[in-house]
């Protein structure tokens, strides 16, 4: 029974944390932030000039998806470079935008 009762919870906790990334990829300059760091690791300069989003406002985004622990970053110098925690998330991203062509191109559905 207590098996039973760690399984449940550790189920839930796996939807409550899928849920919590998802509602982080929600935000277009968040996602944009994702998109471009799934090509290879970046700066806020060339992040904000990625996205079109003001400097301040990628800041911002990218302690959000730091915190969450979706992006590392590491010191080169005085910039702070950023990249993604782990491929999963590059092929979440990659996928949700598949996802988007298939919508707007009306492409058949496929596996």
Do not use: F, W
């Amino acid at each position: 029974m207590a098996d039973a009762h760690r399984s449940q919870q550790r189920a839930e906790a796996r939807l409550d944390v899928a849920v919590s990334v998802l509602s982080l990829l929600a935000d277009r300059t968040r996602l944009a932030l994702l998109e471009r760091l799934g090509r290879g690791e970046a700066d806020v300069t060339t992040l904000t000039e990625a996205t079109g989003a003001a400097r301040p406002s990628v800041s911002q985004h990218l302690a959000k998806l730091r915190l969450a622990g979706l992006v590392a970053t590491r010191k080169d110098g005085r910039r702070v470079v950023y990249s993604l925690r782990h491929g999963h998330l590059r092929r979440l991203v990659d996928e949700a935008l598949n996802v988007a062509d298939h919508q707007i191109g009306h492409l058949p559905p496929h596996d």
